[in-house]
């Protein structure tokens, strides 16, 4: 029944790997995106797409590729991983063109980079 | 960078008494804003919102004021539980490539005393 699931909820990997975070959502929203939040609970938008269309590329290192292969699924590749990497990251969906009642945010992958 | 509230605080209330947690945004024009609640090791939810035409809107047991003139939000919880500590977030909606992007505030903690 959740409405939106990211794989794994717990990452620990060493400097230099490469890794990958899947999101689904099951709402029908045809809009998802990735959101970092830091050590100080700080959210910031990363990228959205839009029926796997990228439409919001924030500032990010190109280490970090997304991939939607539907517009029920997010994933998020990084590569060559950095200790400054390591955070919560936070997949969220909408439906396009209405703000109303926000995102529906999943519960969150903590990455941890040693 | 762009922001909304830019400290972390924690406010500490005593259980049954109101709460009011404050954000300043940064954009006037903006024309919408959520606040959500986040719990510990889980995503933000939803809370309550509120379009730029409004100066109040009122939920169950929450009640969101806009002050557009000073750009300033707030988020008033009356008779606080238990259940309301968490961290709250306020984000500001402004239309980006087509679609709704929001911009987060760094949050205040809030710690229901019993």
């Known amino acids: 029944d959740t409405a939106v699931s990211q794989t794994p909820k717990y990452l620990v990997t060493q400097m230099g790997n490469d890794k990958s975070i899947k999101c689904e959502q099951n709402?029908?929203?045809?809009?998802m995106y990735w959101y970092k939040q830091d050590s100080k609970k700080f959210l910031k938008i990363m990228f959205s797409y839009n029926n796997k269309e990228l439409i919001i590329n924030e500032t990010v290192p190109n280490r970090f590729s997304p991939k939607s292969p539907d517009k029920a699924h997010l994933n998020l590749h990084i590569n060559s991983l950095e200790l400054g990497d390591s955070a919560v990251y936070f997949c969220a969906s909408s439906q396009w063109d209405r703000a109303s009642n926000g995102y529906t945010f999943g519960s969150g992958t903590r990455l941890t980079v040693v | 960078g762009e922001s909304v509230g830019l400290h972390l605080p924690t406010l500490s209330v005593q259980e049954g008494d109101n709460s009011i947690i404050n954000c300043a945004y940064s954009n006037s024009a903006s024309d919408y804003f959520i606040w959500y609640k986040q719990e510990s090791g889980k995503g933000p939810q939803f809370i309550i919102d509120i379009r730029s035409n409004m100066d109040k809107r009122q939920g169950q047991r929450v009640t969101v004021l806009l002050n557009k003139t000073v750009k300033h939000l707030s988020l008033q919880i009356a008779a606080t539980q238990p259940g309301d500590s968490a961290v709250y977030f306020c984000?500001?909606?402004?239309?980006?490539?087509?679609?709704?992007?929001?911009?987060f505030g760094t949050g205040t903690r809030l710690k229901v005393l019993a």
């Open positions: 709402l029908g929203h045809d809009t």
């Open positions: 984000a500001e909606t402004r239309r980006a490539s087509g679609t709704y992007k929001y911009i």
